[in-house]
């Protein structure tokens, strides 16, 4: 059974940083994507980045590119995403995500095939 788990959310302070791991199991796909989603109550699902197995290529939402970074440390099957600069705009829940067979970057939630249970990020003012 494949399984997502996110933790490292939290409440910061405007300009601070958060780090949300996701440890996926249950899996041995030889091509992935694992993305990053955020939704705020009243918005619809925002894809913020993802990163692809086959190359570490990887892709960020404008709204985030320069202040996020997404790593992945497949020994652990483990994604990272590194959130600097943080704005009370990125005050969501964020979950990850996998989608399996593939060797391109996605965005779309409807692309991805499991979810995580997500892990809520706060950001004051």
């Known amino acids: 059974e494949v399984q997502l788990v996110e933790s490292g959310g939290g409440l910061v302070q405007a300009g601070g940083s958060l780090r949300l791991s996701c440890a996926a199991s249950g899996f041995t796909f030889d091509s992935y994507a694992i993305g990053w989603f955020r939704q705020a109550p009243g918005k619809e699902r925002e894809g913020v980045s993802c990163i692809s197995s086959s190359d570490g290529s990887t892709y960020y939402a404008d709204s985030v590119k320069g202040r996020f970074t997404i790593s992945s440390d497949n020994a652990k099957n483990t994604v990272s995403l590194q959130m600097n600069s943080l704005k009370p705009e990125d005050t969501a829940v964020y979950v990850c995500?996998?989608?399996?067979?593939?060797?391109?970057?996605?965005?779309?939630?409807?692309?991805?095939?499991?979810w995580g249970q997500g892990t809520q990020v706060t950001v004051s003012s």
């Open positions: 995500a996998l989608a399996v067979h593939t060797n391109v970057l996605l965005t779309a939630p409807d692309e991805y095939d499991y």
